[in-house]
Structure formats: C-alpha cells, structure tokens
C-alpha cells in the first residue's frame, strides 16, 4: 500500500463524489472507457487501497455519490468488454455504472471494509442543474427549468433509504451476477 495512505492522522470519511458523464468514447491511460475509469474502477480500487486505513480510523464511513439515473439501467457485469463507439450513449454508461457503485459496496462488498464500526454507503444528491447536466442530458436540465415543476416541501429522495430498483423495471438481478461483477472488477484492479 501507498505510505502516503497509511499516515497516523487518518480520516474518518470519504466520500467518492467524482463522477463524469461523457457522449464520445475516450479511453483512461490504462486503456478502459472513460466513464467506466472515472465513475466505478477508480472509486473502487481507491476505496480497496484504503481498507486498512478504514478499519485503524474507525469509526469512519465510505459514501458513494450516486445517480436516480441508475433505476433505468440493469448491472452489466461484463465491465471488460469496452462499449462500441457506434451508438456510444454515455448517458447510459453513466447510469450502468452508478448501478453497479449502488450494487458492489453495500450488498457485495461488505465482507471487505463494513464492519460495526465501519460504514459503506450510497446516496443520491438529489436533482440539481449544472452545466454537465444541461450539457448531457438537455431534456432533464430543460424539465427543471421550470420552477412550476418544482412542489416546495417535496421529496426528491432527501436522507432516507429508497428503493434501488423500479417496480417492473428489469433491473434485479442475482447473487451470482453481482460475484461475477466483484470478479471483474478484482481481476481488473488485481486486489
């Protein structure tokens, strides 16, 4: 490990907000897509090379920045094999990959890092419109505009646990599929 990450004055949280939402295949220096880099294989190796730093800062927390954008995709477990440039949709890639943030850490990697004294979690930001999102997905920036939309008081999915998936929306999956996924991203990562 790093001994950069190992100093005695150790954090207690850390939160992975650092996400990217790109229409045009582009590849990372070690050669995956972009997207995928950005928002899961970088989050997770780091949180990985931390374990141990984790367990000697508890009581410490991990949080995931996510996306309700995830609901609309299922977990694609085939993360080596890189996206098509025809029909590139980084829309699509960004949502599959917040599915997969969402799915790995609280309901597959557990046995790494959660202890009782150590907490890894996934939440949503709530809907906020920045130039990213306008620039991405114009259609969601354009229905936010209008603050007639907007109910004062309402609940846009503010502190409390939520469903992970849509009734009907073809997004469950099974224990065997999410091993396969943690497999994927462990052989990718060599942890």
């Not at 590849?27 to 997770?44: H, R």
């Not at 190796?45 to 009581?59: H, N």
């Not at 004062?152 to 073809?170: E, T, V």
């Amino acid at each position: 490990m790093n001994k950069s990450l190992a100093r005695e004055s150790l954090p207690q949280f850390y939160l992975h907000a650092m996400h990217c939402m790109i229409n045009e295949p582009q590849k990372s220096e070690d050669g995956y897509d972009l997207n995928f880099a950005t928002n899961m294989l970088g989050p997770y190796l780091l949180t990985r090379l931390l374990e141990d730093v984790l367990k000697r800062s508890a009581p410490s927390r991990v949080i995931f920045v996510s996306s309700g954008g995830m609901l609309t995709q299922p977990l694609d477990v085939d993360v080596q094999k890189a996206p098509s440039a025809r029909g590139y949709d980084g829309t699509a890639l960004y949502a599959k990959d917040k599915r997969r943030q969402i799915q790995t850490w609280p309901d597959t990697c557990v046995h790494i890092v959660q202890t009782k004294s150590v907490k890894v979690l996934s939440m949503h930001p709530g809907w906020a419109t920045t130039e990213g999102v306008k620039k991405s997905i114009p259609g969601f920036y354009k229905f936010y505009q209008d603050e007639k939309k907007l109910v004062p008081g309402g609940f846009y999915l503010d502190r409390a646990p939520q469903a992970k998936h849509l009734s009907m929306g073809g997004t469950q999956y099974s224990k065997s599929e999410l091993d396969q996924l943690m497999a994927n991203l462990d052989s990718m990562t060599s942890t």
